[in-house]
T-cell receptor
Framework: NAGVTQTPKFRVLKTGQSMTLLCAQDMNHEYMYWYRQDPGMGLRLIHYSVGEGTTAKGEVPDGYNVSRLKKQNFLLGLESAAPSQTSVYFC?????????FGPGTRLTVL | AQSVTQLDSQVPVFEEAPVELRCNYSSSVSVYLFWYVQYPNQGLQLLLKYLSGSTLVKGINGFEAEFNKSQTSFHLRKPSVHISDTAEYFCAVSRDVGGTSYGKLTFGQGTILTVHP
């Protein structure tokens, strides 16, 4: 099992550009989450999904969109990137009260 | 809503010394409690969790934590640290699943543990 994988690992964008981060899990988990990590702020929940075809807003959803067309994939989109979205993004999937995290994507918006 | 406070942003300690990383939470309902570790440039790994039962929870790598409901705390301890324990540690809480929380985690700000030789 690869567990939770994230693509890409690094990305640099200019303000106003768009991009999609891909999260994939091979554990057949229903629940998936997107977090962002900023220094001194821990991880904050952006969006989450409780199953294929469902999405819901988390704590900091503004400027992001998500889709869960397939159970194994959870996509995070930035339609018009802003410098405030410079962060490390983590995806997680959940089973039995434990979340399993991917290795993260480091995004810089210039 | 719940919140988590990690009382120390950085904890320096010498190798083989004991360490305690402090975590306090607030919630109006019962919660599940977690400690995660993040090594440099990696994702988060679960150290231990408290769901119910014994208030002393043992995790991986010799860590343990004690749930104290009256003090709303879940402090992480290790009796003797190693250089390899240098990492950032996160405390997190989740409301009981069964309602509408869907296992969402609320994280503390993180504590950077640095073990010196």
């Amino acid at each position: 099992n690869a567990g939770v994988t994230q693509t890409p690992k690094f990305r640099v964008l200019k303000t106003g550009q768009s991009m999609t981060l891909l999260c994939a899990q091979d554990m057949n988990h229903e629940y998936m989450y997107w977090y962002r990590q900023d220094p001194g702020m821990g991880l904050r929940l952006i969006h989450y999904s409780v199953g294929e075809g469902t999405t819901a807003k988390g704590e900091v959803p503004d400027g992001y969109n998500v889709s869960r067309l397939k159970k194994q994939n959870f996509l995070l989109g930035l339609e018009s990137a802003a410098p405030s979205q410079t962060s490390v993004y983590f995806c997680a999937s959940r089973e039995h009260n434990e979340q399993f995290f991917g290795p993260g994507t480091r995004l810089t918006v210039l | 809503a719940q919140s988590v406070t990690q009382l120390d942003s950085q904890v320096p300690v010498f190798e083989e010394a004991p360490v305690e990383l402090r975590c306090n939470y607030s919630s109006s309902v019962s919660v599940y409690l977690f400690w995660y570790v993040q090594y440099p440039n990696q994702g988060l790994q679960l150290l231990l969790k408290y769901l119910s039962g014994s208030t002393l929870v043992k995790g991986i790598n010799g860590f343990e934590a004690e749930f104290n409901k009256s003090q709303t705390s879940f402090h992480l301890r290790k009796p003797s640290v190693h250089i390899s324990d240098t990492a950032e540690y996160f405390c997190a809480v989740s409301r009981d699943v069964g309602g509408t929380s869907y296992g969402k985690l609320t994280f503390g700000q993180g504590t950077i543990l640095t073990v010196h030789p």
